[in-house]
């Protein structure tokens, strides 16, 4: 792939998903149900923040990506975006919850495409410098610190953005703390998968 098609198509993607984050304010706000803190409470909308900043950034100056400290930002979004799509799709959907979304194009966009194409671009366009063991760890403060939080402020305010972290749909905490290992699995399965892709072609050169 060219790297003007390649930069053509991270910057439109980055705007879908934008126009999709935009609408689903716009159309909560005419509803008169858009509350601020719920909205930036959910990990999808995080996700896809993080995933228009990511791809603009790469679309714009794609050299980036040879930065090591890009190149971790980038490997954190991917591995948020498929956390994303897969729960959704094995757990949110299938149970008909109700994630927030007012329209189905926007649910499609935030859950579906948009992972699915910032997947396809690591895997496609690999990052240029090395990454290091320790990329697990870091990839892993953003969701610890999220799952804090959740579980914090929801007792608090009687909220949960997702049902599998609230206790009165699990059964007590003891149901949450099974999820809260699924996801901790997925998340690392994701990360280990993602750094040994990026990391793949650099053992076969120097093999070589």
Request: glycine share 8%; aromatic share 14%.
């Given at each position: 792939m060219s790297p003007t098609l390649t930069r053509s198509l991270r910057?439109?993607?980055?705007?879908?998903?934008?126009?999709?984050?935009v609408g689903q304010i716009?159309?909560?706000?005419?509803?008169?149900?858009f509350v601020w803190h719920r909205f930036f409470s959910y990990f999808t909308v995080l996700s896809n923040i993080?995933?228009?900043v990511v791809l603009t950034m790469l679309a714009l100056r794609p050299d980036r990506d040879a930065g090591p400290g890009f190149a971790l930002f980038r490997g954190a979004v991917?591995?948020?975006?498929s956390v994303t799509f897969l729960i959704y799709v094995t757990v949110l959907y299938p149970q008909l919850v109700d994630v927030?979304?007012?329209?189905?194009?926007?649910?499609?966009?935030?859950?579906?495409?948009g992972p699915i194409f910032i997947i396809a671009d690591w895997l496609v366009n690999r990052p240029g410098p090395k990454l290091e063991s320790g990329a697990l760890g870091i990839w892993m403060i953003f969701?610890?610190?999220?799952?804090?939080?959740?579980?914090?402020?929801?007792?608090?305010v009687d909220?949960?953005?997702?049902?599998?972290?609230?206790?009165?749909?699990?059964?007590?905490?003891?149901?949450?703390a099974v999820w809260?290992?699924?996801?901790?699995?997925?998340?690392?399965?994701?990360?280990?998968?993602?750094?040994?892709?990026?990391?793949?072609?650099?053992?076969?050169?120097?093999?070589?």
């Open positions: 910057l439109a993607m980055a705007a879908y998903i934008a126009t999709a984050l716009a159309i909560l706000v005419s509803e008169g149900t993080a995933a228009v991917t591995v948020y975006m927030g979304v007012p329209e189905p194009w926007i649910d499609v966009a935030l859950h579906v495409l969701p610890a610190v999220y799952l804090v939080y959740t579980l914090t402020r929801g007792p608090l909220w949960y953005p997702y049902p599998i972290f609230d206790p009165d749909e699990q059964g007590g905490y003891g149901g949450v809260v290992l699924i996801v901790a699995a997925v998340l690392v399965g994701f990360s280990l998968t993602y750094r040994w892709w990026a990391n793949r072609r650099r053992t076969g050169l120097h093999a070589a």
